[in-house]
């Protein structure tokens, strides 16, 4: 749902902060599209860039 809102709104990217060890949100956001990029501190963010 956000991810159409976010293309109504003309939006190119949308992206998250998760933390590293959640593997399921995780591989929830990669079955989704988005890819990760880990950060210090034990963070990864996963963005997605929007057509």
Do not use: W
């Not at 109504?8 to 998760?18: C, N, R, S």
């Not at 949100?25 to 860039?49: E, W, Y």
């Amino acid at each position: 749902m956000l991810i159409g809102i976010a293309q109504d709104k003309a939006l190119h990217e949308i992206y998250g902060i998760v933390l590293s060890e959640n593997s399921k949100m995780l591989g929830l956001a990669a079955k989704m599209g988005f890819k990760p990029r880990r950060l210090p501190d034990g963070i990864t963010r996963v963005s997605l860039v929007l057509d």
